[in-house]
C-alpha cells in the first residue's frame, strides 16, 4: 500500500483516466488526423499527473510557482490536451477544434497559441534540455516549484537528449524529473530492432541520474515514485514508465501501425463503447 | 555609452581591435545591469570573451561543454523561465550545428534568447573552410521572431550586445567576424573613387533584419545603383535582403560583392578576403559596373 496516495483516489483517478480515453478519441476521431496509440498509453500518468501530482492552477495558467509540465514528443499531445480540458484549461468542447484551422490545440502543441503549454514541441530531443534550463533557473532563483519532462523512448536515439541528460546529471538538478513512455514502439518498428535503446537504466546511470522502473498505468506506482524524486536531493530523477501503447483498446495495444493514424468514425464508436464497458469494471453512465 | 558614431577623419589611422571584445565588454554591461541576463558557452569562453562575464558573474555564468544543441534547448528553457540569456559559441556551430533546435524552441516560442555567432565569416582565416561560416545569416534572417545584428566593428558589437537586450524582446542573432575588414574596405575604396571623381555614399546596414529600407532607399533613389558588401554567401545574406527590398520599392542595377558559391579555405585573412574577390580593388570595379548599368 502506497504511503503517498489513498486507494480510493487511485480509483477515482482510474476511472478519470478512462474519461480522458474518451475525450481522446472523439478528440482524434474529430480531427481525422494525429496519433492514437501512444496517447492512449500515456493516459493514465497525465490523468496522474493533472489530478494528482501537479502543483497547478488551470485558471491561472502563467502563476509563476506553478509545478512545470514539459511535453517533449510532442505529437502525443491530444492526451495533454484531453487531460488539461478535463482539469478545467479549457472547455472539453474545444477539443474538436484539434488540428483544424485556427485552433489553439496545434498539431504539435505551441506555447504561444495555448496557455499551460509551457514549451513548443514536436522535433525529437529537445525537451529535456528545455526542462533543465527551467529547472537550472528556478534554483538560481530558489524557488520550490518542480520540473517534470516527459519523453518517448524513440527519442532516446537522439543525441540532443543526451546532451541534456548530461547536463542535468551534472549539474544535479534534483528538482527535475523525466518520465520516459517506455513502449517499446516507433514508427519504423520495434525500437530494439530499429536501434536499440537498452540498457536504458544503466545509460542513465551513468549519467549521474537517479532511475525508477514502474508500470505506466499503476497509477499508485507512479506517484511513489514522483514522491520518491521529491526526496532525492543530490540528482534528477528519471521514471522509466512501462507502458503498453493503445492501452485501453485492445484492437490497437501493442501495434505500432496504430502510431500515427486516428480511428475512423466506425472504429471511433467500437472503441468508445470498450472503454465504457471495460471489462465491466466501470459501470457505463453514457449507454 | 556614447551613442554618437566612433568616426575618424584620417581613416589609414584607423585601429583594429577584435570585435570578439566588444561582445565581453557589453556582456559585462549588461551583466552590471540587468541581474536577469545570464551567458551560456559552448567550451569556447575565451575565444568568444564570454569569460570577462564568467570572471565577473560566476554564478550566472552557464558551461555547456562542445554540445550547441543543447545550448540552445537549455537557453530556450532558461528564457523560458523568466531569464535573458546569451548563447555563445562559432557561427558554424550557433546558429549553424543548432539551427532546427533555435527554430523550435527559440523562435517559435518568440524566446529572448540572445545568439552571438564569432568566427563569422571567410577571415576566420588559417581554420579553414570547416570554421567559416558562410551562410549563418541567411539561416537566421529567414526565422519569424529572428532580429539578426551583424555589427561592424568592437565598438558596434558591443552596443549591439546591449541592444540586443534593451531594444528587442524576441530572439536576437549577432553575428561578428574575428576580424571586421569589409566596411573598412568599402570606406577606403569610396575615398579612392572619390579621388577618380565618382562620390559614392557608404552604409553601414548594421541591423540586416529588420532592414533599415528608409535609409538604403533614400540612398539609392539618388546614386540610382548599389553595391552590397558581406563576408557571407551572396545568396540570402545582406546582399539579398536589399535586393529583395529594392525590386518592391526601387528597382536599381545592384552589384554583390562576397562569397559566390563555393566554400573557403586556410589562409591569412588579408589574402583570402583579396582571393575571394572583397578587396578595395573589387569594391571600386563593382561600383563601376553598377554605374555603368544605370538606365
Known amino acids: 500500500m502506497s504511503e503517498y496516495i489513498h486507494d480510493e483516489k487511485v480509483k477515482e483517478l482510474e476511472e478519470l483516466a478512462n474519461k480522458v480515453r474518451q475525450s481522446l478519441i472523439e478528440e482524434l476521431v474529430e480531427a481525422k488526423s494525429g496519433h492514437t496509440a501512444g496517447p492512449l498509453g500515456m493516459a493514465d500518468i497525465f490523468t496522474a499527473l493533472y489530478f494528482h501530482v501537479l502543483n497547478h492552477d488551470p485558471k491561472n495558467p502563467d502563476w509563476p510557482e506553478r509545478d512545470r509540465l514539459i511535453l517533449s514528443n510532442g505529437h502525443i499531445c491530444p492526451i495533454r490536451y484531453a487531460a488539461m480540458a478535463h482539469a478545467g484549461y479549457f472547455p472539453l468542447e474545444e477539443l474538436k477544434t484539434l488540428r483544424k484551422f485556427g485552433t489553439r490545440l496545434q498539431g504539435h502543441p505551441e506555447r504561444e497559441r495555448l496557455p499551460g503549454v509551457e514549451t513548443t514541441s514536436g522535433p525529437l530531443g529537445s525537451g529535456l534540455g528545455q526542462a533543465a534550463g527551467i529547472a537550472y533557473g528556478a534554483r538560481m532563483d530558489s524557488k520550490k516549484f518542480r520540473v517534470y519532462c516527459a519523453m518517448s523512448d524513440a527519442e532516446h536515439q537522439a543525441g540532443n537528449l543526451w546532451e541534456s541528460a548530461m547536463f542535468a546529471g551534472n549539474n544535479k538538478l534534483s528538482n527535475l524529473t523525466g518520465i520516459v513512455d517506455r513502449n517499446n514502439i516507433q514508427i519504423n518498428g520495434m525500437t530494439e530492432n530499429v536501434m536499440p535503446l537498452e540498457p536504458l537504466k544503466a545509460k542513465y546511470e551513468a549519467f549521474n541520474w537517479h532511475v525508477l522502473e514502474v508500470d505506466g498505468h499503476n497509477i499508485e506506482e507512479f506517484v511513489d515514485a514522483v514522491e520518491e524524486a521529491k526526496a532525492i536531493y543530490e540528482k534528477p530523477t528519471v521514471i522509466i514508465a512501462h507502458t503498453i501503447a493503445g492501452k485501453g483498446i485492445p484492437e490497437i495495444e501493442f501495434d505500432y501501425n496504430w502510431h500515427g493514424k486516428p480511428p475512423k468514425p466506425e472504429e471511433g464508436d467500437k472503441f468508445l463503447k470498450e472503454l465504457r464497458t471495460l471489462g465491466g469494471k466501470i459501470k457505463s453512465e453514457h449507454e | ?295
Open chain 2, 1 to 295: 555609452m556614447n551613442k554618437e558614431a566612433y568616426l575618424i577623419e584620417d581613416l589609414s589611422k584607423a585601429e583594429k581591435a577584435p570585435t570578439r571584445d566588444g561582445y565581453g565588454k557589453g556582456l559585462v554591461d549588461l551583466g552590471e545591469k540587468n541581474d536577469r541576463v545570464v551567458v551560456l558557452c559552448a567550451d569556447l569562453a575565451e575565444s568568444t570573451r564570454s569569460h570577462w562575464f564568467k570572471e565577473k558573474f560566476p554564478n550566472r555564468y552557464i558551461e555547456l561543454g562542445v554540445a550547441e544543441q543543447n545550448m540552445a534547448t537549455i537557453a530556450a528553457g532558461l528564457a523560458n523561465y523568466g531569464k535573458i540569456p546569451f548563447i555563445s559559441s562559432y557561427a558554424v556551430f550557433s546558429p549553424g550545428r543548432n539551427n532546427e533546435q533555435i527554430r523550435t524552441t527559440i523562435s517559435l516560442n518568440n524566446l529572448p534568447v540572445k545568439i552571438a555567432g564569432a568566427h563569422a565569416g571567410i577571415s576566420v582565416g588559417p581554420d579553414g573552410a570547416t570554421h567559416q561560416a558562410l551562410e549563418d545569416i541567411a539561416l537566421m534572417r529567414v526565422q519569424p521572431n529572428m532580429m539578426v545584428i551583424v555589427p561592424c566593428d568592437a565598438i558596434e558589437t558591443q552596443k549591439a550586445t546591449i541592444a540586443a537586450v534593451n531594444c528587442c524582446s524576441g530572439p536576437v542573432y549577432i553575428r561578428f567576424g574575428r576580424e571586421s575588414m569589409l566596411l573598412y574596405n568599402a570606406l577606403l575604396a569610396a575615398e579612392e573613387l572619390s579621388k577618380e571623381g565618382i562620390e559614392a555614399t557608404v552604409i553601414n546596414s548594421h541591423t540586416v533584419k529588420p532592414l533599415d529600407i528608409t535609409t538604403i532607399l533614400n540612398s539609392v533613389k539618388e546614386t540610382k545603383a548599389v553595391v552590397t558588401v558581406e563576408e557571407h554567401q551572396t545568396s540570402g545574406g545582406l546582399g539579398s535582403a536589399v535586393s529583395e527590398a529594392l525590386s518592391q520599392h526601387f528597382p536599381a542595377p545592384q552589384e554583390f560583392i562576397g562569397v559566390h558559391d563555393r566554400f573557403g579555405e586556410s589562409g591569412e585573412p588579408e589574402e583570402l578576403i583579396e582571393a575571394f574577390g572583397m578587396g578595395i580593388k573589387d569594391i571600386k570595379n563593382a561600383v563601376k559596373r553598377a554605374i555603368k548599368r544605370k538606365v
